[in-house]
Protein backbone atom coordinates (compact mmCIF):
# COMPACT_ATOMS: atom_id res chain seq x y z
CA UNK A 1 0.00 0.00 0.00
CA UNK A 2 0.95 3.74 -0.32
CA UNK A 3 1.60 5.73 2.67
CA UNK A 4 -1.90 7.11 3.75
CA UNK A 5 -0.45 11.22 3.06
CA UNK A 6 0.74 10.28 -0.41
CA UNK A 7 0.69 13.32 -2.50
CA UNK A 8 -1.03 12.88 -5.75
CA UNK A 9 -1.38 15.51 -8.07
CA UNK A 10 0.13 17.43 -10.93
CA UNK A 11 3.06 19.39 -12.08
CA UNK A 12 3.17 22.67 -13.85
CA UNK A 13 6.07 25.59 -14.68
CA UNK A 14 4.95 29.35 -14.80
CA UNK A 15 6.40 29.33 -17.64
CA UNK A 16 4.47 26.85 -19.54
CA UNK A 17 0.94 28.03 -18.13
CA UNK A 18 0.86 31.45 -16.41
CA UNK A 19 1.17 33.54 -19.62
CA UNK A 20 0.94 37.94 -18.70
CA UNK A 21 4.95 37.62 -19.28
CA UNK A 22 4.60 41.60 -19.06
CA UNK A 23 1.89 42.78 -16.38
CA UNK A 24 2.22 43.51 -12.50
CA UNK A 25 5.87 44.55 -13.30
CA UNK A 26 7.08 41.21 -14.57
CA UNK A 27 10.50 41.45 -16.13
CA UNK A 28 11.26 39.69 -18.97
CA UNK A 29 13.18 36.47 -18.97
CA UNK A 30 14.59 33.82 -20.82
CA UNK A 31 11.78 31.67 -21.22
CA UNK A 32 9.64 34.68 -22.40
CA UNK A 33 12.42 34.63 -26.03
CA UNK A 34 12.23 30.63 -26.81
CA UNK A 35 10.09 31.03 -29.75
CA UNK A 36 7.48 28.01 -31.71
CA UNK A 37 8.80 26.24 -35.07
CA UNK A 38 12.46 25.99 -36.19
CA UNK A 39 14.35 28.13 -34.24
CA UNK A 40 13.14 26.57 -31.10
CA UNK A 41 16.33 23.99 -30.32
CA UNK A 42 18.55 26.79 -31.04
CA UNK A 43 17.56 29.54 -29.30
CA UNK A 44 17.20 26.82 -26.07
CA UNK A 45 20.75 26.01 -26.25
CA UNK A 46 21.99 29.30 -26.77
CA UNK A 47 23.39 28.73 -30.29
CA UNK A 48 20.78 31.28 -31.45
CA UNK A 49 21.35 34.16 -29.20
CA UNK A 50 17.74 36.06 -28.35
CA UNK A 51 17.69 38.41 -25.82
CA UNK A 52 14.81 40.19 -27.07
CA UNK A 53 11.69 39.16 -28.92
CA UNK A 54 11.51 40.02 -32.71
CA UNK A 55 8.57 40.11 -35.18
CA UNK A 56 9.67 36.67 -36.87
CA UNK A 57 8.88 34.39 -34.34
CA UNK A 58 5.43 33.46 -32.26
CA UNK A 59 6.64 33.26 -28.53
CA UNK A 60 4.14 30.79 -26.81
CA UNK A 61 5.38 31.54 -23.32
CA UNK A 62 4.02 34.73 -23.44
CA UNK A 63 0.37 33.90 -23.24
CA UNK A 64 0.43 30.48 -22.57
CA UNK A 65 -2.91 29.29 -21.56
CA UNK A 66 -3.01 32.66 -19.23
CA UNK A 67 -3.31 30.68 -15.75
CA UNK A 68 -1.88 34.24 -14.25
CA UNK A 69 -6.03 34.93 -14.41
CA UNK A 70 -7.46 31.89 -14.39
CA UNK A 71 -5.29 30.10 -11.58
CA UNK A 72 -8.81 29.89 -9.31
CA UNK A 73 -10.98 27.97 -11.72
CA UNK A 74 -7.89 25.94 -12.51
CA UNK A 75 -7.19 25.00 -8.98
CA UNK A 76 -10.94 24.43 -8.17
CA UNK A 77 -10.41 21.50 -11.09
CA UNK A 78 -7.32 20.30 -9.54
CA UNK A 79 -9.62 20.00 -6.45
CA UNK A 80 -12.32 18.71 -7.98
CA UNK A 81 -9.90 15.64 -9.22
CA UNK A 82 -8.63 15.50 -5.69
CA UNK A 83 -5.37 16.30 -5.61
CA UNK A 84 -2.91 16.28 -2.37
CA UNK A 85 -0.95 18.23 -3.91
CA UNK A 86 0.22 20.90 -6.82
CA UNK A 87 3.30 21.27 -7.93
CA UNK A 88 3.97 24.70 -9.39
CA UNK A 89 7.18 26.85 -10.06
CA UNK A 90 7.69 30.79 -9.52
CA UNK A 91 8.34 33.34 -12.42
CA UNK A 92 11.84 34.91 -10.91
CA UNK A 93 11.04 37.99 -12.86
CA UNK A 94 7.63 38.11 -10.98
CA UNK A 95 9.74 38.87 -7.98
CA UNK A 96 12.86 40.12 -9.18
CA UNK A 97 12.30 41.66 -12.36
CA UNK A 98 15.48 42.69 -13.29
CA UNK A 99 17.20 39.61 -11.23
CA UNK A 100 19.62 42.25 -9.36
CA UNK A 101 17.45 44.41 -7.40
CA UNK A 102 17.28 45.14 -3.90
CA UNK A 103 13.82 45.21 -3.11
CA UNK A 104 11.49 42.54 -4.73
CA UNK A 105 8.08 43.42 -6.63
CA UNK A 106 5.06 43.21 -4.05
CA UNK A 107 2.92 43.00 -6.98
CA UNK A 108 4.43 39.21 -8.22
CA UNK A 109 4.83 38.45 -4.24
CA UNK A 110 1.11 39.43 -3.87
CA UNK A 111 0.22 36.60 -6.67
CA UNK A 112 2.25 33.83 -5.14
CA UNK A 113 0.43 34.39 -1.98
CA UNK A 114 -3.07 34.21 -3.36
CA UNK A 115 -2.01 31.37 -5.40
CA UNK A 116 -0.66 29.25 -2.41
CA UNK A 117 -4.19 30.21 -0.45
CA UNK A 118 -6.11 29.01 -2.47
CA UNK A 119 -4.71 25.86 -3.15
CA UNK A 120 -4.78 25.63 0.97
CA UNK A 121 -8.21 26.31 1.04
CA UNK A 122 -8.97 23.65 -0.73
CA UNK A 123 -6.71 21.40 1.15
CA UNK A 124 -3.71 21.21 -1.83
CA UNK A 125 -0.25 21.02 -0.66
CA UNK A 126 2.26 23.26 -2.81
CA UNK A 127 5.30 22.26 -4.07
CA UNK A 128 7.28 24.60 -5.27
CA UNK A 129 10.12 24.96 -7.64
CA UNK A 130 12.35 27.89 -7.11
CA UNK A 131 13.74 28.01 -10.97
CA UNK A 132 12.02 26.26 -13.77
CA UNK A 133 14.50 26.71 -16.43
CA UNK A 134 13.85 30.75 -16.05
CA UNK A 135 16.31 33.55 -15.77
CA UNK A 136 15.76 37.11 -16.34
CA UNK A 137 16.90 38.30 -19.48
CA UNK A 138 18.61 41.23 -17.71
CA UNK A 139 21.13 38.64 -15.49
CA UNK A 140 21.87 36.90 -18.50
CA UNK A 141 22.94 40.34 -20.32
CA UNK A 142 25.04 42.12 -17.78
CA UNK A 143 26.28 38.65 -15.94
CA UNK A 144 26.05 36.19 -18.69
CA UNK A 145 23.99 33.77 -16.47
CA UNK A 146 24.80 31.11 -14.31
CA UNK A 147 28.77 31.08 -15.52
CA UNK A 148 28.92 34.07 -13.28
CA UNK A 149 29.56 33.30 -9.66
CA UNK A 150 27.29 36.59 -9.14
CA UNK A 151 24.24 34.43 -9.54
CA UNK A 152 24.91 33.09 -6.55
CA UNK A 153 23.94 35.88 -4.73
CA UNK A 154 21.18 36.84 -6.97
CA UNK A 155 19.68 33.44 -6.08
CA UNK A 156 20.10 33.62 -2.77
CA UNK A 157 18.52 36.76 -2.28
CA UNK A 158 15.47 35.16 -4.16
CA UNK A 159 15.38 32.20 -1.73
CA UNK A 160 15.19 34.21 1.29
CA UNK A 161 12.55 36.42 0.22
CA UNK A 162 10.33 33.39 -1.18
CA UNK A 163 10.95 31.54 2.35
CA UNK A 164 10.32 34.41 4.02
CA UNK A 165 7.02 35.60 2.52
CA UNK A 166 5.76 32.44 2.36
CA UNK A 167 6.59 30.47 5.59
CA UNK A 168 3.72 28.64 6.65
CA UNK A 169 2.56 28.67 3.33
CA UNK A 170 4.73 26.15 1.73
CA UNK A 171 6.24 23.20 3.01
CA UNK A 172 7.74 21.75 -0.31
CA UNK A 173 10.13 23.45 -2.18
CA UNK A 174 12.54 22.33 -4.83
CA UNK A 175 15.57 24.14 -5.81
CA UNK A 176 15.76 23.86 -9.42
CA UNK A 177 14.27 21.87 -11.92
CA UNK A 178 15.64 19.09 -13.96
CA UNK A 179 19.25 20.48 -12.67
CA UNK A 180 21.27 18.43 -15.36
CA UNK A 181 19.39 19.74 -18.33
CA UNK A 182 21.62 22.81 -18.19
CA UNK A 183 24.78 20.40 -19.75
CA UNK A 184 22.30 19.85 -22.74
CA UNK A 185 19.98 23.74 -23.19
CA UNK A 186 22.68 26.19 -21.60
CA UNK A 187 20.30 28.77 -22.59
CA UNK A 188 17.15 27.24 -20.86
CA UNK A 189 19.37 25.80 -17.97
CA UNK A 190 21.51 28.49 -17.16
CA UNK A 191 20.91 31.33 -18.97
CA UNK A 192 23.92 31.19 -21.16
CA UNK A 193 24.86 32.06 -24.95
CA UNK A 194 25.97 29.03 -26.45
CA UNK A 195 29.98 29.31 -25.37
CA UNK A 196 32.58 28.08 -27.92
CA UNK A 197 33.26 24.61 -28.37
CA UNK A 198 36.98 24.68 -26.65
CA UNK A 199 35.23 26.55 -23.57
CA UNK A 200 32.11 24.73 -23.67
CA UNK A 201 33.06 22.08 -21.32
CA UNK A 202 34.38 24.51 -18.95
CA UNK A 203 31.78 26.65 -18.45
CA UNK A 204 29.03 24.18 -18.07
CA UNK A 205 30.79 22.87 -15.35
CA UNK A 206 31.13 26.38 -13.95
CA UNK A 207 27.58 26.96 -14.38
CA UNK A 208 26.94 23.50 -12.91
CA UNK A 209 28.99 24.39 -10.00
CA UNK A 210 27.15 27.87 -9.17
CA UNK A 211 24.05 26.11 -9.15
CA UNK A 212 25.08 23.34 -6.77
CA UNK A 213 26.40 26.00 -4.38
CA UNK A 214 23.05 27.97 -4.85
CA UNK A 215 20.81 24.91 -4.23
CA UNK A 216 22.73 24.70 -1.09
CA UNK A 217 22.26 28.00 -0.02
CA UNK A 218 18.52 27.88 -0.82
CA UNK A 219 18.77 24.62 1.39
CA UNK A 220 20.25 26.43 4.18
CA UNK A 221 18.52 29.70 4.29
CA UNK A 222 15.15 27.52 4.07
CA UNK A 223 16.06 25.33 6.93
CA UNK A 224 17.40 28.06 8.92
CA UNK A 225 13.41 30.07 8.06
CA UNK A 226 11.71 28.14 8.69
CA UNK A 227 12.73 24.35 9.92
CA UNK A 228 9.82 22.47 9.46
CA UNK A 229 10.18 22.61 5.35
CA UNK A 230 11.77 20.13 3.37
CA UNK A 231 13.79 21.31 0.23
CA UNK A 232 14.43 18.74 -2.75
CA UNK A 233 16.46 18.47 -5.70
CA UNK A 234 14.82 17.61 -9.28
CA UNK A 235 16.70 15.38 -12.00
CA UNK A 236 15.60 14.83 -15.21
CA UNK A 237 16.29 10.90 -14.58
CA UNK A 238 15.36 7.48 -16.29
CA UNK A 239 17.89 4.82 -16.24
CA UNK A 240 20.54 3.80 -18.80
CA UNK A 241 20.14 0.71 -20.48
CA UNK A 242 23.42 -0.56 -22.35
CA UNK A 243 22.08 -1.86 -25.98
CA UNK A 244 23.99 -5.31 -25.50
CA UNK A 245 25.90 -6.94 -22.82
CA UNK A 246 29.28 -5.78 -24.44
CA UNK A 247 31.10 -4.35 -21.73
CA UNK A 248 31.50 -1.35 -23.85
CA UNK A 249 27.70 -0.61 -24.33
CA UNK A 250 28.07 -1.70 -19.83
CA UNK A 251 30.20 1.13 -19.76
CA UNK A 252 28.84 3.68 -22.54
CA UNK A 253 25.91 3.45 -20.01
CA UNK A 254 27.90 3.76 -16.78
CA UNK A 255 29.04 6.69 -17.86
CA UNK A 256 25.97 8.56 -19.25
CA UNK A 257 24.31 7.49 -16.01
CA UNK A 258 27.02 9.54 -13.76
CA UNK A 259 26.68 12.26 -16.05
CA UNK A 260 23.55 12.96 -14.55
CA UNK A 261 23.98 11.60 -10.97
CA UNK A 262 26.63 13.99 -10.64
CA UNK A 263 24.10 16.53 -9.95
CA UNK A 264 21.77 14.43 -6.66
CA UNK A 265 25.52 13.26 -5.61
CA UNK A 266 26.50 16.50 -4.58
CA UNK A 267 22.98 17.74 -3.25
CA UNK A 268 22.39 14.35 -2.00
CA UNK A 269 25.44 13.24 -0.52
CA UNK A 270 27.12 16.84 0.11
CA UNK A 271 30.46 16.42 -2.09
CA UNK A 272 31.70 16.16 -5.46
CA UNK A 273 32.01 12.05 -6.34
CA UNK A 274 35.56 11.43 -6.98
CA UNK A 275 34.27 10.06 -10.98
CA UNK A 276 33.82 13.86 -10.97
CA UNK A 277 36.17 15.33 -9.95
CA UNK A 278 38.92 12.85 -11.83
CA UNK A 279 37.02 14.23 -15.68
CA UNK A 280 37.80 17.79 -13.91
CA UNK A 281 40.79 16.76 -13.38
CA UNK A 282 41.59 15.16 -17.13
CA UNK A 283 39.78 18.35 -18.87
CA UNK A 284 41.37 21.17 -17.00
CA UNK A 285 38.44 22.84 -15.20
CA UNK A 286 38.80 24.59 -12.29
CA UNK A 287 35.53 25.31 -11.21
CA UNK A 288 36.65 27.38 -8.15
CA UNK A 289 35.77 25.55 -5.22
CA UNK A 290 36.23 27.51 -2.39
CA UNK A 291 36.66 26.63 1.58
CA UNK A 292 33.15 27.49 1.99
CA UNK A 293 31.05 26.29 -1.11
CA UNK A 294 32.59 22.90 0.39
CA UNK A 295 31.30 23.58 3.31
CA UNK A 296 27.67 24.84 2.35
CA UNK A 297 27.36 21.51 0.13
CA UNK A 298 28.53 19.59 2.97
CA UNK A 299 26.54 20.66 5.78
CA UNK A 300 23.89 21.35 3.13
CA UNK A 301 22.05 18.15 1.61
CA UNK A 302 18.73 18.15 0.35
CA UNK A 303 15.83 16.04 2.62
CA UNK A 304 14.64 14.31 -0.25
CA UNK A 305 15.19 13.59 -4.18
CA UNK A 306 12.76 14.26 -6.66
CA UNK A 307 12.57 13.71 -10.32
CA UNK A 308 10.89 13.86 -13.99
CA UNK A 309 10.44 10.08 -15.39
CA UNK A 310 9.02 10.04 -19.08
CA UNK A 311 11.75 7.17 -20.03
CA UNK A 312 14.68 5.28 -19.99
CA UNK A 313 17.89 5.88 -22.44
CA UNK A 314 19.93 3.53 -24.46
CA UNK A 315 23.13 3.53 -25.14
CA UNK A 316 25.56 1.53 -27.59
CA UNK A 317 29.51 1.71 -27.88
CA UNK A 318 28.69 2.13 -31.84
CA UNK A 319 26.26 4.50 -33.50
CA UNK A 320 22.80 3.17 -33.62
CA UNK A 321 19.58 4.33 -34.98
CA UNK A 322 18.94 7.21 -32.77
CA UNK A 323 15.72 7.77 -30.86
CA UNK A 324 14.29 11.31 -29.53
CA UNK A 325 13.79 12.54 -25.68
CA UNK A 326 13.75 15.10 -23.43
CA UNK A 327 16.62 17.15 -24.14
CA UNK A 328 19.14 14.22 -24.76
CA UNK A 329 18.92 11.41 -27.16
CA UNK A 330 19.95 7.92 -27.18
CA UNK A 331 19.89 4.70 -29.65
CA UNK A 332 16.54 3.16 -30.31
CA UNK A 333 15.27 0.50 -27.90
CA UNK A 334 13.91 -1.85 -29.73
CA UNK A 335 12.01 -3.72 -27.30
CA UNK A 336 9.91 -0.73 -26.20
CA UNK A 337 7.19 1.39 -28.09
CA UNK A 338 7.31 5.08 -28.52
CA UNK A 339 5.04 7.99 -28.07
CA UNK A 340 4.30 9.98 -31.37
CA UNK A 341 6.94 12.38 -30.44
CA UNK A 342 9.35 9.02 -30.31
CA UNK A 343 9.61 9.14 -26.63
CA UNK A 344 10.09 5.43 -25.40
CA UNK A 345 7.36 4.36 -23.27
CA UNK A 346 8.86 2.04 -20.29
CA UNK A 347 6.84 1.66 -17.28
CA UNK A 348 9.14 -0.96 -15.90
CA UNK A 349 11.81 1.58 -16.10
CA UNK A 350 10.08 3.83 -14.03
CA UNK A 351 10.50 0.79 -11.13
CA UNK A 352 14.02 0.65 -11.88
CA UNK A 353 15.04 4.54 -11.96
CA UNK A 354 13.30 4.40 -8.14
CA UNK A 355 15.12 0.92 -7.13
CA UNK A 356 18.29 3.10 -8.84
CA UNK A 357 17.73 5.92 -6.89
CA UNK A 358 16.90 4.91 -3.83
CA UNK A 359 19.88 2.42 -3.88
CA UNK A 360 21.94 5.58 -4.05
CA UNK A 361 20.73 7.65 -1.90
CA UNK A 362 18.84 6.31 0.94
CA UNK A 363 16.30 9.30 1.12
CA UNK A 364 12.57 9.61 0.07
CA UNK A 365 11.90 10.20 -3.47
CA UNK A 366 9.21 12.07 -5.51
CA UNK A 367 8.17 11.44 -8.77
CA UNK A 368 7.01 15.46 -9.76
CA UNK A 369 6.86 14.61 -13.64
CA UNK A 370 5.36 11.76 -15.58
CA UNK A 371 3.06 11.75 -18.44
CA UNK A 372 2.21 10.90 -22.23
CA UNK A 373 2.67 13.75 -24.74
CA UNK A 374 -0.26 13.06 -27.52
CA UNK A 375 -2.53 14.41 -29.84
CA UNK A 376 -5.70 15.14 -28.31
CA UNK A 377 -9.22 15.15 -30.61
CA UNK A 378 -12.21 16.84 -29.27
CA UNK A 379 -15.59 15.15 -30.32
CA UNK A 380 -17.96 17.16 -31.54
CA UNK A 381 -20.32 17.38 -27.92
CA UNK A 382 -17.02 18.28 -26.48
CA UNK A 383 -16.11 15.40 -24.60
CA UNK A 384 -11.88 13.61 -25.43
CA UNK A 385 -11.65 9.93 -25.28
CA UNK A 386 -8.17 9.69 -24.20
CA UNK A 387 -7.48 6.26 -23.20
CA UNK A 388 -3.89 6.30 -24.59
CA UNK A 389 -3.28 8.58 -21.83
CA UNK A 390 -5.10 6.81 -19.18
CA UNK A 391 -3.09 3.26 -20.20
CA UNK A 392 0.43 5.25 -20.29
CA UNK A 393 -0.26 6.58 -16.13
CA UNK A 394 -1.73 3.08 -15.64
CA UNK A 395 1.27 1.19 -16.07
CA UNK A 396 3.39 3.87 -14.35
CA UNK A 397 1.81 3.92 -11.60
CA UNK A 398 1.40 0.02 -11.23
CA UNK A 399 5.52 0.32 -11.95
CA UNK A 400 5.74 2.92 -8.87
CA UNK A 401 3.58 0.82 -6.31
CA UNK A 402 5.93 -1.67 -7.09
CA UNK A 403 8.86 -0.30 -6.37
CA UNK A 404 7.14 0.91 -3.22
CA UNK A 405 4.36 -2.48 -1.90
CA UNK A 406 7.78 -5.44 -3.12
CA UNK A 407 10.89 -3.38 -3.02
CA UNK A 408 10.83 -1.29 -0.14
CA UNK A 409 11.20 2.30 -1.84
CA UNK A 410 10.33 5.58 0.14
CA UNK A 411 7.96 7.42 -2.49
CA UNK A 412 6.22 10.83 -0.98
CA UNK A 413 4.09 11.47 -3.80
CA UNK A 414 3.55 11.37 -7.74
CA UNK A 415 2.33 14.60 -9.89
CA UNK A 416 2.04 14.01 -13.53
CA UNK A 417 3.40 16.65 -15.76
CA UNK A 418 0.98 19.04 -17.08
CA UNK A 419 -2.35 17.93 -15.65
CA UNK A 420 -4.19 21.36 -17.62
CA UNK A 421 -2.90 21.18 -21.50
CA UNK A 422 0.44 23.88 -21.78
CA UNK A 423 3.07 24.70 -23.35
CA UNK A 424 5.81 22.42 -24.23
CA UNK A 425 9.12 23.04 -23.30
CA UNK A 426 10.68 20.66 -26.20
CA UNK A 427 8.41 21.99 -28.86
CA UNK A 428 6.84 25.22 -28.03
CA UNK A 429 3.34 23.40 -29.19
CA UNK A 430 0.17 23.05 -27.49
CA UNK A 431 -1.00 20.24 -29.34
CA UNK A 432 1.64 18.45 -27.22
CA UNK A 433 -1.27 17.81 -24.87
CA UNK A 434 -0.35 15.69 -21.17
CA UNK A 435 -3.13 17.03 -19.70
CA UNK A 436 -6.69 15.54 -17.29
CA UNK A 437 -7.98 18.86 -18.21
CA UNK A 438 -8.34 20.04 -22.20
CA UNK A 439 -7.38 23.99 -22.81
CA UNK A 440 -8.95 25.32 -26.42
CA UNK A 441 -5.51 26.65 -27.65
CA UNK A 442 -3.60 26.40 -30.65
CA UNK A 443 -0.07 26.04 -31.44
CA UNK A 444 -0.28 29.56 -33.13
CA UNK A 445 -1.78 31.19 -29.85
CA UNK A 446 -5.54 30.65 -31.05
CA UNK A 447 -8.29 29.79 -29.29
CA UNK A 448 -10.76 30.53 -26.60
CA UNK A 449 -8.57 29.28 -23.72
CA UNK A 450 -11.80 27.52 -22.07
CA UNK A 451 -11.05 24.60 -19.99
CA UNK A 452 -12.74 21.00 -19.96
CA UNK A 453 -12.61 17.91 -18.71
CA UNK A 454 -11.00 14.50 -20.68
CA UNK A 455 -12.22 10.79 -20.35
CA UNK A 456 -8.41 10.97 -17.89
CA UNK A 457 -9.87 13.73 -15.97
CA UNK A 458 -12.50 11.26 -13.82
CA UNK A 459 -10.61 7.99 -14.12
CA UNK A 460 -7.69 10.22 -12.06
CA UNK A 461 -10.29 11.46 -9.28
CA UNK A 462 -11.05 7.64 -9.04
CA UNK A 463 -7.18 6.47 -8.68
CA UNK A 464 -6.57 9.58 -6.33
CA UNK A 465 -9.86 8.61 -4.46
CA UNK A 466 -8.68 4.51 -3.62
CA UNK A 467 -4.98 6.04 -3.02
CA UNK A 468 -4.40 4.22 -5.99
CA UNK A 469 -6.03 0.53 -5.14
CA UNK A 470 -8.51 1.34 -8.22
CA UNK A 471 -6.25 1.76 -11.58
CA UNK A 472 -9.40 0.39 -13.95
C1 LIG B 1 10.60 18.25 -18.65
C2 LIG B 1 10.37 19.64 -18.14
C3 LIG B 1 8.98 20.15 -18.24
C4 LIG B 1 8.11 19.52 -19.29
C5 LIG B 1 8.41 18.07 -19.59
C6 LIG B 1 7.77 17.53 -20.84
O1 LIG B 1 11.87 18.18 -19.23
O2 LIG B 1 10.75 19.79 -16.79
O3 LIG B 1 9.03 21.54 -18.23
O4 LIG B 1 7.79 20.31 -20.33
O5 LIG B 1 9.78 17.80 -19.66
O6 LIG B 1 8.51 17.89 -21.96
P1 LIG B 1 7.86 18.49 -23.26
O7 LIG B 1 7.11 19.68 -22.82
O8 LIG B 1 9.00 18.82 -24.16
O9 LIG B 1 6.98 17.43 -23.81
Known amino acids: MLRKDFLWGGATAANQCEGAYNVDGRGLANVDVIPHGPDRMAVMCGRLPMLEPDDKHYYPAQG ?31 IFPNGDEE ?8 FYKEVFKE ?23 EYGGWKNRRMIDFYKRLATVLFTRYKGLVRYWLTFNEINVLLHAPFMGAGMLAPDEAERDRLL ?22 PTVKIGCMLAAGAYYPYSCRP ?43 AEDEAILRENTVDFISFSYYQTRCVAYKEGEKSSGNMFDGVRNPYLKESAWGWSIDPLGLRITLNELYDRYQKPLFIVE ?26 HIKAFKAAVEEDG ?45 KDSFYWYKKVIE ?4 ELD
Not at 119 to 141: A, K, M, S
Not at 466 to 469: K, L, T, W
Open 409 to 453: VDLLGYTTWGPIDLVSAGTGEMSKRYGFIYVDRDDAGRGTLARSR
Open 248 to 290: EDVRLAQIEAQKNFFFIDVQSRGYYPAYALKMLERRHIDIGMT
Open 370 to 395: NGLGAHDTVEPDGSVHDSYRIDYLRE
Open 205 to 226: YQAAHHELVASAWATRIGHEID
Open 119 to 141: CRRRGIEPLVTITHFDCPIHLIR
Open 64 to 94: AIDMYHRYKEDIALFAEMGFKCYRMSIAWTR
Open 103 to 110: QPNEAGLA
Open 466 to 469: SNGE
